[in-house]
């Protein structure tokens, strides 16, 4: 195995996405396999080379790495947007559990019934005025630098760009309260490569519509009653 990583997952954001935003903000070129068909998954899964038999993978540096977390820390340690020091590290995690929270509730919304859609709507939004972009806004206000943590680019301001746009996507001007949010992303925005990733033709991939989530569904077999049931 060499070469570029090679990312294992279906059409669409998911778990993977995350991953896709790290390889871009640190410049890495990367191919994927996209699952199409149940089939398709069911073939791989054979091959033995997908621990817990499940998505997201990442093949690189001679590893078939599974995971999100796992996956995540390895590309953020290897091209150093993962702090300098245990310290900062302990901040980054602390930001990004956060962000994943806010982000797993945007992402299990498409699973949401017909009803409770507004609803869940209405949570999400609660939940990112009230409880996550209020941290964010403190943290770089007090730390008065252009990042979460430290004095480069990190994980955390990487995951923290992909959250804002996917809360946008849900509801624009949502950053009208927050000041240092909105500065944060116009500066994120145009840093080369977050800059390169955002244009059209990149490898991003768009909000799920019904068509992608349908596939999502069939390729990997959720069980939707069983998602409806978990959600919190």
Excluded: C
Aim: no cysteine; hydrophobic share 40%; aromatic share 12%.
């Amino acid at each position: 195995m060499s070469g570029k990583p090679k990312l294992y997952y279906f059409d669409g954001r998911g778990r993977m996405e995350s991953v896709r935003w790290l390889l871009a903000a640190a410049g890495v070129e990367y191919e994927e396999v996209l699952f199409k068909t149940a089939e398709d998954f069911a073939n791989f899964v054979k091959g033995g080379k997908l621990m817990y038999q499940q998505v997201p993978m990442v093949e690189m540096d001679g590893m078939y790495i599974v995971e999100t977390r796992a996956i995540l820390k390895y590309i953020a340690a290897k091209y150093n947007l993962y702090g300098k020091d245990p310290k900062e590290r302990a901040f980054i995690d602390m930001y990004v559990e956060g962000m994943r929270d806010l982000n797993d509730m945007i992402m299990f919304f498409m699973f949401s019934l017909r009803e409770e859609k507004q609803k869940n709507l209405n949570y999400i939004l609660e939940r990112a005025t009230e409880r996550f972009f209020p941290v964010y806004e403190k943290a770089l206000k007090d730390h008065g630098k252009n990042y979460l943590v430290g004095n480069q680019l990190s994980w955390a301001d990487v995951q923290l760009i992909e959250v804002i746009l996917m809360v946008e996507e849900l509801k624009s001007g949502i950053l009208s309260a927050f000041p240092k949010l909105q500065e944060f992303k116009a500066r994120i925005s145009k840093l080369p490569n977050i800059q390169k990733f955002l244009q059209p033709g990149s490898p991003r991939k768009p909000p799920m519509d019904d068509a992608s989530f349908e596939v999502a569904k069939k390729t990997f077999k959720i069980d939707t009653n069983w998602v409806l049931k978990h959600m919190s």
